[in-house]
Protein backbone atom coordinates (compact mmCIF):
# COMPACT_ATOMS: atom_id res chain seq x y z
CA UNK A 1 0.00 0.00 0.00
CA UNK A 2 1.21 3.50 -0.61
CA UNK A 3 2.01 5.20 2.12
CA UNK A 4 0.10 8.62 2.34
CA UNK A 5 2.56 12.21 2.14
CA UNK A 6 2.08 12.69 6.15
CA UNK A 7 3.44 9.25 6.97
CA UNK A 8 6.45 9.34 5.06
CA UNK A 9 7.14 12.98 6.05
CA UNK A 10 7.41 12.23 9.60
CA UNK A 11 10.33 10.41 8.40
CA UNK A 12 11.90 13.37 8.63
CA UNK A 13 11.90 13.40 12.36
CA UNK A 14 15.40 12.55 13.61
CA UNK A 15 16.42 9.41 12.34
CA UNK A 16 17.99 6.42 14.12
CA UNK A 17 20.33 3.91 13.13
CA UNK A 18 18.39 1.23 11.82
CA UNK A 19 20.40 -2.26 11.43
CA UNK A 20 18.85 -4.71 9.17
CA UNK A 21 16.88 -7.78 11.40
CA UNK A 22 18.57 -10.58 9.66
CA UNK A 23 21.96 -12.00 10.88
CA UNK A 24 24.52 -12.21 7.80
CA UNK A 25 25.56 -16.30 6.74
CA UNK A 26 28.90 -17.50 6.25
CA UNK A 27 30.76 -16.78 3.64
CA UNK A 28 32.70 -18.89 0.90
CA UNK A 29 36.09 -19.69 1.54
CA UNK A 30 37.97 -21.59 -1.63
CA UNK A 31 39.16 -17.95 -3.06
CA UNK A 32 40.60 -15.89 -0.16
CA UNK A 33 39.80 -12.62 -1.93
CA UNK A 34 36.34 -12.83 -2.75
CA UNK A 35 35.48 -14.40 0.60
CA UNK A 36 37.02 -11.36 2.41
CA UNK A 37 35.94 -8.46 0.09
CA UNK A 38 32.56 -9.89 0.85
CA UNK A 39 32.83 -10.28 4.70
CA UNK A 40 33.76 -7.17 5.13
CA UNK A 41 31.35 -5.62 2.74
CA UNK A 42 28.39 -7.85 5.44
CA UNK A 43 30.25 -6.08 8.36
CA UNK A 44 31.02 -2.51 6.65
CA UNK A 45 28.37 -1.23 9.20
CA UNK A 46 30.44 -1.72 12.14
CA UNK A 47 33.16 0.23 10.96
CA UNK A 48 31.15 3.52 9.82
CA UNK A 49 31.67 7.08 11.64
CA UNK A 50 30.66 7.13 14.94
CA UNK A 51 28.58 10.63 14.45
CA UNK A 52 26.82 11.90 17.04
CA UNK A 53 22.53 12.43 16.85
CA UNK A 54 20.59 15.63 16.94
CA UNK A 55 17.26 16.60 17.49
CA UNK A 56 17.38 19.24 14.46
CA UNK A 57 15.11 18.81 11.85
CA UNK A 58 14.48 19.69 8.04
CA UNK A 59 11.94 21.54 7.40
CA UNK A 60 8.65 19.98 6.35
CA UNK A 61 7.15 21.52 3.33
CA UNK A 62 3.92 21.78 1.05
CA UNK A 63 3.27 22.78 -2.33
CA UNK A 64 1.89 25.80 -1.11
CA UNK A 65 5.96 26.67 -0.55
CA UNK A 66 6.49 26.58 -3.89
CA UNK A 67 3.72 28.49 -5.78
CA UNK A 68 6.07 30.32 -7.86
CA UNK A 69 7.37 27.42 -9.56
CA UNK A 70 5.49 25.48 -12.10
CA UNK A 71 4.12 22.53 -10.58
CA UNK A 72 6.19 19.65 -10.66
CA UNK A 73 3.77 16.89 -11.20
CA UNK A 74 3.03 18.59 -14.16
CA UNK A 75 6.15 20.38 -15.47
CA UNK A 76 7.21 18.89 -18.81
CA UNK A 77 10.57 17.37 -18.91
CA UNK A 78 13.23 18.42 -20.65
CA UNK A 79 16.28 15.84 -20.02
CA UNK A 80 17.02 12.81 -18.12
CA UNK A 81 19.85 10.55 -17.14
CA UNK A 82 20.01 7.44 -15.53
CA UNK A 83 22.48 7.08 -12.32
CA UNK A 84 23.34 3.80 -11.23
CA UNK A 85 26.30 2.09 -8.94
CA UNK A 86 28.52 -0.92 -8.16
CA UNK A 87 27.70 -2.72 -11.38
CA UNK A 88 30.43 -4.19 -12.85
CA UNK A 89 30.33 -8.04 -11.81
CA UNK A 90 33.07 -10.85 -11.84
CA UNK A 91 33.36 -13.24 -14.62
CA UNK A 92 33.22 -16.92 -14.97
CA UNK A 93 30.10 -18.12 -14.20
CA UNK A 94 29.88 -20.74 -16.96
CA UNK A 95 32.92 -22.05 -15.00
CA UNK A 96 31.10 -22.41 -12.06
CA UNK A 97 32.08 -19.68 -10.39
CA UNK A 98 29.87 -17.55 -8.86
CA UNK A 99 32.27 -14.71 -7.89
CA UNK A 100 30.46 -11.42 -6.75
CA UNK A 101 26.91 -11.96 -7.39
CA UNK A 102 25.89 -14.06 -4.40
CA UNK A 103 25.81 -14.97 -0.38
CA UNK A 104 27.53 -17.62 -0.06
CA UNK A 105 27.46 -20.66 2.71
CA UNK A 106 29.49 -23.76 3.18
CA UNK A 107 31.47 -23.02 0.33
CA UNK A 108 28.44 -23.15 -2.06
CA UNK A 109 25.80 -20.57 -3.76
CA UNK A 110 23.64 -20.19 -0.98
CA UNK A 111 20.13 -21.59 -2.20
CA UNK A 112 18.56 -22.01 1.29
CA UNK A 113 16.44 -19.35 0.09
CA UNK A 114 14.85 -17.65 -3.42
CA UNK A 115 17.44 -14.70 -3.32
CA UNK A 116 20.23 -16.86 -5.12
CA UNK A 117 17.46 -16.95 -8.24
CA UNK A 118 17.82 -12.85 -8.59
CA UNK A 119 21.61 -12.48 -7.42
CA UNK A 120 23.38 -15.35 -9.92
CA UNK A 121 22.84 -12.47 -12.88
CA UNK A 122 22.00 -9.94 -11.29
CA UNK A 123 24.12 -7.62 -13.37
CA UNK A 124 22.29 -8.83 -16.63
CA UNK A 125 19.05 -8.50 -14.73
CA UNK A 126 20.06 -4.64 -14.05
CA UNK A 127 21.07 -4.09 -17.54
CA UNK A 128 17.63 -5.35 -18.91
CA UNK A 129 16.53 -2.74 -16.83
CA UNK A 130 18.51 -0.01 -17.48
CA UNK A 131 17.78 -0.71 -20.89
CA UNK A 132 13.50 -0.62 -20.57
CA UNK A 133 14.06 2.55 -18.65
CA UNK A 134 16.34 4.48 -21.11
CA UNK A 135 13.81 3.18 -23.99
CA UNK A 136 11.13 5.03 -22.30
CA UNK A 137 12.97 7.98 -20.92
CA UNK A 138 15.91 8.55 -23.45
CA UNK A 139 18.61 9.70 -21.53
CA UNK A 140 21.36 11.89 -22.27
CA UNK A 141 23.89 10.23 -19.75
CA UNK A 142 24.72 7.32 -17.25
CA UNK A 143 25.68 8.24 -13.90
CA UNK A 144 28.11 5.79 -12.75
CA UNK A 145 29.70 5.81 -9.47
CA UNK A 146 32.20 3.32 -9.41
CA UNK A 147 33.15 -0.18 -8.55
CA UNK A 148 33.22 -0.58 -12.50
CA UNK A 149 35.19 -4.19 -12.05
CA UNK A 150 35.14 -6.11 -9.63
CA UNK A 151 36.91 -7.82 -7.43
CA UNK A 152 40.15 -5.50 -7.78
CA UNK A 153 39.39 -3.44 -11.38
CA UNK A 154 42.20 -3.95 -14.40
CA UNK A 155 45.42 -3.54 -15.93
CA UNK A 156 47.07 -2.34 -18.96
CA UNK A 157 47.04 -5.56 -20.85
CA UNK A 158 43.15 -7.10 -19.73
CA UNK A 159 41.09 -3.83 -19.62
CA UNK A 160 39.93 -4.23 -23.56
CA UNK A 161 38.41 -7.90 -22.94
CA UNK A 162 37.02 -7.36 -19.41
CA UNK A 163 35.08 -3.85 -20.57
CA UNK A 164 34.10 -5.99 -23.74
CA UNK A 165 32.90 -8.43 -21.53
CA UNK A 166 31.37 -6.54 -18.76
CA UNK A 167 30.48 -3.09 -19.86
CA UNK A 168 30.10 -3.68 -23.96
CA UNK A 169 28.27 -7.07 -24.00
CA UNK A 170 26.64 -6.53 -20.78
CA UNK A 171 24.51 -3.07 -22.07
CA UNK A 172 24.41 -3.72 -25.76
CA UNK A 173 21.09 -3.22 -25.81
CA UNK A 174 19.86 -0.52 -28.41
CA UNK A 175 18.91 1.96 -25.83
CA UNK A 176 21.99 2.30 -24.27
CA UNK A 177 24.43 1.64 -26.90
CA UNK A 178 25.22 5.09 -27.74
CA UNK A 179 24.70 7.09 -24.64
CA UNK A 180 28.05 8.38 -22.38
CA UNK A 181 28.62 6.84 -19.48
CA UNK A 182 29.86 9.36 -16.82
CA UNK A 183 32.36 7.55 -14.94
CA UNK A 184 34.52 7.34 -11.72
CA UNK A 185 36.70 4.83 -9.76
CA UNK A 186 35.75 2.77 -6.74
CA UNK A 187 38.35 0.46 -4.47
CA UNK A 188 37.44 -2.27 -6.04
CA UNK A 189 38.96 -0.40 -9.53
CA UNK A 190 42.21 0.46 -8.36
CA UNK A 191 43.12 -2.85 -6.36
CA UNK A 192 40.25 -3.48 -3.84
CA UNK A 193 42.53 -4.97 -1.24
CA UNK A 194 44.95 -7.37 -2.88
CA UNK A 195 47.81 -6.70 -4.75
CA UNK A 196 48.06 -3.67 -7.45
CA UNK A 197 51.45 -4.15 -9.43
CA UNK A 198 51.00 -5.58 -12.78
CA UNK A 199 49.52 -5.21 -15.88
CA UNK A 200 46.89 -8.02 -15.70
CA UNK A 201 46.06 -10.75 -13.57
CA UNK A 202 47.42 -12.44 -11.09
CA UNK A 203 48.57 -9.09 -9.71
CA UNK A 204 51.70 -9.26 -7.80
CA UNK A 205 54.12 -7.74 -4.57
CA UNK A 206 55.30 -4.75 -5.28
CA UNK A 207 59.00 -4.28 -4.73
CA UNK A 208 58.92 -1.06 -3.61
CA UNK A 209 57.43 2.81 -3.05
CA UNK A 210 57.18 3.87 -6.31
CA UNK A 211 56.29 0.37 -8.15
CA UNK A 212 53.51 0.77 -6.08
CA UNK A 213 52.83 4.20 -6.74
CA UNK A 214 53.22 3.95 -10.29
CA UNK A 215 51.08 0.72 -10.97
CA UNK A 216 48.41 2.29 -9.12
CA UNK A 217 48.50 5.37 -11.71
CA UNK A 218 48.47 2.28 -14.07
CA UNK A 219 44.96 0.73 -12.43
CA UNK A 220 43.27 3.90 -12.61
CA UNK A 221 44.62 4.69 -16.32
CA UNK A 222 43.69 1.41 -17.61
CA UNK A 223 40.15 2.73 -17.27
CA UNK A 224 40.73 6.23 -18.28
CA UNK A 225 42.59 5.15 -21.32
CA UNK A 226 39.80 3.03 -23.05
CA UNK A 227 37.92 3.94 -26.23
CA UNK A 228 34.21 2.42 -26.55
CA UNK A 229 33.73 1.49 -30.07
CA UNK A 230 30.47 2.31 -29.73
CA UNK A 231 30.28 6.20 -29.92
CA UNK A 232 33.23 6.27 -27.34
CA UNK A 233 30.88 6.04 -24.87
CA UNK A 234 32.59 5.28 -21.57
CA UNK A 235 33.69 8.59 -20.13
CA UNK A 236 36.44 9.00 -17.64
CA UNK A 237 38.77 11.70 -18.10
CA UNK A 238 40.42 12.27 -14.91
CA UNK A 239 39.83 11.56 -11.22
CA UNK A 240 38.31 14.99 -11.64
CA UNK A 241 36.59 16.24 -14.41
CA UNK A 242 33.15 18.25 -14.92
CA UNK A 243 30.21 17.58 -17.71
CA UNK A 244 27.67 20.04 -18.54
CA UNK A 245 24.86 19.25 -19.91
CA UNK A 246 22.88 22.43 -21.42
CA UNK A 247 18.98 21.16 -22.79
CA UNK A 248 16.30 23.35 -23.46
CA UNK A 249 17.62 26.29 -21.63
CA UNK A 250 18.00 24.50 -18.74
CA UNK A 251 21.81 23.39 -17.28
CA UNK A 252 22.92 20.40 -15.47
CA UNK A 253 26.38 20.17 -14.03
CA UNK A 254 27.98 16.81 -12.91
CA UNK A 255 30.58 16.73 -11.20
CA UNK A 256 32.69 13.79 -11.34
CA UNK A 257 35.06 13.46 -8.04
CA UNK A 258 37.82 10.70 -6.29
CA UNK A 259 36.64 9.78 -2.53
CA UNK A 260 38.75 6.91 -2.72
CA UNK A 261 40.72 8.30 0.51
CA UNK A 262 37.40 7.32 2.42
CA UNK A 263 37.75 5.70 6.13
CA UNK A 264 35.16 2.69 4.59
CA UNK A 265 36.83 0.31 3.30
CA UNK A 266 38.43 3.01 0.73
CA UNK A 267 42.41 4.47 0.54
CA UNK A 268 43.86 2.33 3.18
CA UNK A 269 42.34 -1.20 2.44
CA UNK A 270 43.61 -0.18 -1.32
CA UNK A 271 46.87 0.38 0.35
CA UNK A 272 47.32 -2.49 2.75
CA UNK A 273 46.44 -5.52 -0.01
CA UNK A 274 45.94 -7.23 2.73
CA UNK A 275 44.11 -9.89 0.84
CA UNK A 276 47.35 -10.18 -1.52
CA UNK A 277 49.92 -11.10 1.57
CA UNK A 278 47.32 -13.29 3.47
CA UNK A 279 47.32 -15.74 0.46
CA UNK A 280 50.73 -15.50 -0.29
CA UNK A 281 52.51 -15.58 3.09
CA UNK A 282 49.65 -18.02 4.58
CA UNK A 283 48.53 -15.70 7.57
CA UNK A 284 44.49 -15.76 8.57
CA UNK A 285 42.75 -13.41 6.34
CA UNK A 286 40.81 -12.56 8.63
CA UNK A 287 43.54 -9.84 9.96
CA UNK A 288 42.06 -8.24 6.94
CA UNK A 289 39.09 -6.85 8.43
CA UNK A 290 41.11 -4.81 10.65
CA UNK A 291 44.40 -4.24 9.11
CA UNK A 292 46.11 -1.04 9.43
CA UNK A 293 48.78 1.16 8.91
CA UNK A 294 52.30 -0.55 10.66
CA UNK A 295 50.62 -4.17 10.93
CA UNK A 296 51.34 -7.12 9.57
CA UNK A 297 48.51 -7.67 7.18
CA UNK A 298 49.21 -3.79 5.44
CA UNK A 299 52.21 -3.93 3.59
CA UNK A 300 54.02 -6.05 5.90
CA UNK A 301 54.18 -3.24 7.86
CA UNK A 302 55.97 -1.25 5.39
CA UNK A 303 55.10 1.84 6.13
CA UNK A 304 56.90 3.66 3.59
CA UNK A 305 54.82 2.17 0.77
CA UNK A 306 51.82 2.52 2.57
CA UNK A 307 52.48 6.42 3.42
CA UNK A 308 53.49 6.72 -0.51
CA UNK A 309 50.44 4.71 -1.80
CA UNK A 310 48.09 6.60 0.66
CA UNK A 311 49.77 10.06 -0.31
CA UNK A 312 48.69 9.31 -3.77
CA UNK A 313 45.14 8.68 -3.15
CA UNK A 314 44.70 11.72 -0.98
CA UNK A 315 46.02 13.56 -3.71
CA UNK A 316 43.42 12.58 -6.10
CA UNK A 317 40.67 13.92 -3.24
CA UNK A 318 42.51 17.02 -2.47
CA UNK A 319 42.71 17.83 -6.71
CA UNK A 320 39.23 16.79 -6.58
CA UNK A 321 38.22 19.06 -4.14
CA UNK A 322 39.89 21.80 -5.25
CA UNK A 323 38.98 21.83 -8.62
CA UNK A 324 35.39 21.32 -7.70
CA UNK A 325 35.06 24.51 -5.38
CA UNK A 326 37.08 26.44 -8.07
CA UNK A 327 33.96 25.49 -10.84
CA UNK A 328 31.02 25.51 -8.29
CA UNK A 329 32.72 29.40 -7.77
CA UNK A 330 31.86 30.53 -11.05
CA UNK A 331 28.96 28.06 -11.74
CA UNK A 332 25.29 29.14 -13.91
CA UNK A 333 24.17 25.61 -13.26
CA UNK A 334 20.32 25.32 -12.30
CA UNK A 335 21.21 22.02 -10.96
CA UNK A 336 24.69 20.74 -9.56
CA UNK A 337 25.25 17.10 -8.80
CA UNK A 338 28.14 15.19 -6.77
CA UNK A 339 29.11 12.03 -8.72
CA UNK A 340 31.06 9.54 -6.90
CA UNK A 341 31.82 6.43 -4.85
CA UNK A 342 31.91 7.50 -1.34
CA UNK A 343 29.44 9.11 0.73
CA UNK A 344 30.57 11.86 3.33
CA UNK A 345 28.60 10.90 6.22
CA UNK A 346 28.44 7.08 5.57
CA UNK A 347 32.24 6.16 4.43
CA UNK A 348 34.04 9.22 5.82
CA UNK A 349 35.56 10.15 9.57
CA UNK A 350 34.26 13.46 10.85
CA UNK A 351 37.31 15.50 9.31
CA UNK A 352 36.50 14.30 5.68
CA UNK A 353 32.77 14.32 6.14
CA UNK A 354 32.77 17.83 7.51
CA UNK A 355 35.45 19.14 4.65
CA UNK A 356 32.76 17.93 2.07
CA UNK A 357 29.83 19.20 3.56
CA UNK A 358 30.66 22.43 4.30
CA UNK A 359 31.93 22.58 0.50
CA UNK A 360 28.30 21.26 -1.26
CA UNK A 361 26.66 23.67 1.47
CA UNK A 362 28.30 26.82 0.57
CA UNK A 363 27.91 26.36 -3.38
CA UNK A 364 24.05 24.48 -2.19
CA UNK A 365 25.36 21.31 -4.41
CA UNK A 366 21.67 20.07 -5.14
CA UNK A 367 22.68 16.13 -4.86
CA UNK A 368 25.09 13.78 -3.88
CA UNK A 369 24.96 10.47 -5.72
CA UNK A 370 27.16 7.34 -4.70
CA UNK A 371 27.33 3.90 -4.31
CA UNK A 372 29.77 1.72 -2.01
CA UNK A 373 27.07 0.35 -0.61
CA UNK A 374 24.68 -1.88 -1.56
CA UNK A 375 21.25 -0.74 -0.98
CA UNK A 376 19.63 2.16 -1.45
CA UNK A 377 18.54 5.24 0.71
CA UNK A 378 17.75 8.99 0.52
CA UNK A 379 18.95 11.52 3.15
CA UNK A 380 18.61 15.17 3.25
CA UNK A 381 20.56 18.06 5.41
CA UNK A 382 18.86 20.51 7.16
CA UNK A 383 20.14 23.20 4.17
CA UNK A 384 18.68 20.90 1.74
CA UNK A 385 21.38 19.13 0.02
CA UNK A 386 20.05 15.70 -0.57
CA UNK A 387 22.05 12.79 -0.63
CA UNK A 388 21.06 9.67 -2.58
CA UNK A 389 22.93 6.14 -2.09
CA UNK A 390 22.70 4.16 -5.06
CA UNK A 391 25.01 0.91 -4.94
CA UNK A 392 22.57 -2.32 -5.87
CA UNK A 393 23.64 -1.90 -9.67
CA UNK A 394 23.91 -5.99 -10.06
CA UNK A 395 27.66 -6.13 -9.56
CA UNK A 396 27.40 -7.43 -6.10
CA UNK A 397 25.12 -9.33 -3.92
CA UNK A 398 22.56 -6.37 -2.36
CA UNK A 399 22.89 -5.74 1.63
CA UNK A 400 21.34 -2.62 3.51
CA UNK A 401 23.19 -1.65 5.70
CA UNK A 402 21.89 0.62 8.65
CA UNK A 403 20.92 3.90 8.46
CA UNK A 404 23.91 6.98 9.69
CA UNK A 405 22.44 10.70 10.65
CA UNK A 406 24.39 13.46 11.61
CA UNK A 407 22.84 16.77 13.35
CA UNK A 408 22.26 18.48 10.12
CA UNK A 409 21.70 15.08 8.02
CA UNK A 410 18.03 13.00 8.40
CA UNK A 411 17.38 10.12 6.47
CA UNK A 412 14.26 10.53 4.80
CA UNK A 413 13.89 6.99 2.96
CA UNK A 414 15.55 3.28 2.97
CA UNK A 415 14.44 0.92 0.66
CA UNK A 416 12.90 -2.28 1.97
CA UNK A 417 14.53 -5.46 1.64
CA UNK A 418 17.63 -6.03 -0.65
CA UNK A 419 15.79 -5.34 -4.30
CA UNK A 420 18.46 -3.89 -7.25
CA UNK A 421 17.92 -0.79 -9.24
CA UNK A 422 18.66 2.11 -9.67
CA UNK A 423 18.05 6.11 -9.99
CA UNK A 424 15.98 7.68 -13.13
CA UNK A 425 16.48 11.88 -12.79
CA UNK A 426 14.01 13.78 -14.73
CA UNK A 427 14.64 17.15 -15.17
CA UNK A 428 11.72 20.33 -15.97
CA UNK A 429 12.20 23.71 -16.27
CA UNK A 430 12.23 24.71 -12.40
CA UNK A 431 12.93 20.88 -10.49
CA UNK A 432 14.71 17.50 -11.15
CA UNK A 433 12.61 14.53 -10.17
CA UNK A 434 14.94 11.55 -8.50
CA UNK A 435 13.20 8.09 -8.18
CA UNK A 436 14.51 4.87 -7.60
CA UNK A 437 13.96 2.01 -10.47
CA UNK A 438 13.40 -1.76 -9.79
CA UNK A 439 11.56 -4.86 -11.29
CA UNK A 440 7.91 -5.15 -11.23
CA UNK A 441 6.10 -8.21 -10.44
CA UNK A 442 5.84 -9.51 -13.85
CA UNK A 443 9.65 -10.62 -13.66
CA UNK A 444 10.33 -14.55 -13.05
CA UNK A 445 14.20 -15.10 -12.07
CA UNK A 446 15.80 -18.31 -13.21
CA UNK A 447 18.15 -18.71 -10.97
CA UNK A 448 21.78 -20.75 -12.53
CA UNK A 449 20.03 -21.00 -15.36
CA UNK A 450 19.15 -17.59 -17.84
CA UNK A 451 16.95 -19.10 -20.09
CA UNK A 452 14.42 -19.90 -17.69
CA UNK A 453 14.22 -16.14 -16.80
CA UNK A 454 10.93 -14.23 -17.71
CA UNK A 455 11.90 -10.36 -18.15
CA UNK A 456 9.16 -8.14 -17.26
CA UNK A 457 9.28 -4.13 -16.61
CA UNK A 458 10.33 -1.12 -14.26
CA UNK A 459 8.72 -0.55 -11.22
CA UNK A 460 8.90 2.59 -9.59
CA UNK A 461 9.26 3.65 -6.21
CA UNK A 462 10.70 6.43 -3.48
CA UNK A 463 10.38 9.90 -5.64
CA UNK A 464 11.46 12.81 -4.44
CA UNK A 465 10.77 16.59 -6.29
CA UNK A 466 14.10 18.93 -6.07
CA UNK A 467 13.96 22.59 -6.94
CA UNK A 468 16.65 24.63 -9.46
CA UNK A 469 19.09 25.95 -7.26
CA UNK A 470 18.24 29.97 -8.49
CA UNK A 471 14.77 29.43 -7.50
CA UNK A 472 15.05 31.48 -4.44
CA UNK A 473 12.88 28.74 -2.34
CA UNK A 474 14.13 26.00 -0.33
CA UNK A 475 15.97 23.18 -1.54
CA UNK A 476 14.39 20.72 0.17
CA UNK A 477 11.90 20.36 -1.90
CA UNK A 478 8.66 18.28 -2.17
CA UNK A 479 7.57 14.30 -2.03
CA UNK A 480 6.04 13.23 -5.53
CA UNK A 481 2.42 12.15 -5.58
CA UNK A 482 3.62 9.20 -6.67
CA UNK A 483 6.21 7.90 -4.34
CA UNK A 484 6.21 4.70 -3.13
CA UNK A 485 8.16 3.60 -0.34
CA UNK A 486 7.12 0.03 0.81
CA UNK A 487 8.19 -3.31 -0.34
CA UNK A 488 9.48 -3.33 -4.02
CA UNK A 489 11.59 -5.01 -6.43
CA UNK A 490 13.42 -8.27 -5.61
CA UNK A 491 14.78 -9.54 -3.44
CA UNK A 492 12.91 -8.32 -0.41
CA UNK A 493 14.44 -10.38 2.29
CA UNK A 494 17.88 -11.44 2.82
CA UNK A 495 16.81 -15.42 3.28
Known amino acids: MHETHEATRALLSPATYRQHPLSRPVVRGTIAICVLVAVLALVAWATLPDLPQSAMSVPVLSRADYDDLIDPETAPTLLTLLAIGDWGGTLGKEMGDPGSCCVMYNGSVDTRSNRYKVDFYAQAYVADLLAASAAQLSPARIVSHGDNIYWVGVGMDNAAYRLEQTFEAMYDQPSLRHIPWLNVAGNHDIGGASFICGDKEPYYECSSADELVAYLDRRFEAQASYKSPHGDRWVLRDHYYLERIVRDKIVVEVYNIDTNNADNHGGASVCCQCYGYAAKYGFNAGECDAATRGDRGCVLGNT ?192
Not at 392 to 407: D, E, L
Not at 460 to 486: D, I, K, M, Q, T
Open 304 to 495: EMFDACMDRIDSWADDSYTRMAADLAVSDADFTLVNTHFSPHYHMAPAKMARWIELCERFKVTAWLNGHTHGFNHDIGIWGIHFFMNGGGGGYFTANNPIVTTPTIQNQWLVVGEPYGFLELSFSRDWLKVQFATFDSDWRFGGFDLSETTVGGVARGHCWFLPRASAGVSPVGLECNASFNGPIGAPLQWR
